[in-house]
């Protein structure tokens, strides 16, 4: 009796260990421009959800949530919806302004973030409770030309990244600026990294820069050309893979010609700047400008 109860177990050990290994990785993608937001399996890039958006809704950021809803930004708001499609709240922006990011933060809550003058920065419980809320002058005067994706730092600062300026603003909850460093291009997202560098994705300027926000230096650059198999259209959305790489969104709505240049749409580096995965479908995918991973 003891023997079978050993090989038993033994069996259900094999089984458990089989199945665990078979688990792919979950991706959440959408886009401006994109009429859906999609799951897709990361192994197989098969669609296994989708949740289709309005004409004209620009999605900008979409982020899977801690007990498996979609949080997403819409141009005129952010809402939660459930996986199926029911919504669980919804908050809009004023007229004229642009609600651009939607986040999960470290501590469950969400991060939002709609342009205007002024702009607008709020935390928000999971269930649509508004718990802080930050008001920024940025100074630039058409909000679609302020900013797309805000994120918070461990130090719970925000860093805003500014298209029109070329720059990532440093501003603590209070709405006071705290720090102000000199990019390239039009960045759309900044992400603070383990070692507390940034990675600043530089939309139009076609390049992907890690900086050192204290001495301002630039620790790594990547330009239109030089990471092996892509070539870089609008830098957009940035997110952290599971083993310290790094997803890049390559959204190729400003180019009349990214058909023809067949670079992936989105791909993963590892920490020597190699594409370890990419994923290359005009067909099946639209212009995917933001990447959240589903645990």
Same mark, same amino acid.
């Given at each position: ?8 177990? !033994?069996?259900? !050990? *094999? ?5 665990? =290994? ?6 959440? *993608? ?6 859906? @937001? ?9 669609? +296994?959800?989708?949740? &289709?958006? =309005? ?13 498996? %809803?979609?949080? !997403? ?35 469950? %809550? ?15 419980? &999971? ?9 920024? +002058?940025t100074g630039i005067g058409h909000p679609h030309s302020q900013f797309r994706q805000l994120n918070k730092n461990p130090r719970g600062n925000y860093l805003i990244p500014l298209i029109s ?11 006071? *600026? ?8 039009? &960045? !759309? ?48 959305? *940035? ?10 969104? %390559?959204? =190729?709505?400003?180019s009349h010609d990214a058909n023809e240049a067949n670079s992936p749409q989105l791909f993963e580096i590892n920490h020597k700047g +190699? ?18 991973? @589903?645990?």
């Amino acid at each position: 009796m003891k023997k079978i109860s050993i090989f038993l177990y !033994f069996i259900l !050990f *094999l089984i458990s260990n089989t199945s665990g =290994q078979n688990k792919t990785e979950k991706l959440l *993608l959408g886009g401006s421009g994109w009429n859906k @937001i999609v799951i897709i399996d990361k192994e197989s890039k098969q669609i +296994e959800w989708e949740h &289709p958006l =309005q004409e004209g809704w620009e999605c900008n950021s979409v982020a899977a949530t801690p007990d498996g %809803n979609i949080l !997403f930004s819409y141009g005129k708001g952010a809402k939660t919806i459930n996986r199926n499609h029911q919504e669980i709240w919804n908050i809009t922006v004023p007229d004229g302004c642009e609600m651009q990011t939607a986040r999960v933060l470290s501590d469950g %809550n969400y991060l939002l973030a709609w342009t205007g003058h002024p702009a607008v920065i709020m935390e928000v419980s &999971p269930k649509g409770k508004i718990l802080s809320r930050t008001e920024y +002058e940025t100074g630039i005067g058409h909000p679609h030309s302020q900013f797309r994706q805000l994120n918070k730092n461990p130090r719970g600062n925000y860093l805003i990244p500014l298209i029109s300026t070329s720059e990532v603003r440093e501003i603590s909850p209070d709405g006071k *600026l705290i720090s102000t460093l000199k990019t390239e291009g039009t &960045p !759309f997202t900044t992400l603070e990294s383990v070692n507390g560098n940034y990675w600043i994705a530089c939309g139009d300027g076609h390049a992907l820069v890690e900086v050192n926000p204290d001495s301002r230096q630039v620790i790594r650059r990547y330009s239109e050309n030089d990471i092996k198999g892509v070539r870089l259209f609008f830098t957009a959305g *940035l997110c952290k893979g599971s083993d310290g790489s790094l997803y890049i969104c %390559n959204w =190729q709505g400003h180019s009349h010609d990214a058909n023809e240049a067949n670079s992936p749409q989105l791909f993963e580096i590892n920490h020597k700047g +190699e594409i370890v995965w990419s994923l290359n479908d005009n067909r099946t995918f639209g212009m995917i400008s933001t990447v959240s991973i @589903i645990n």
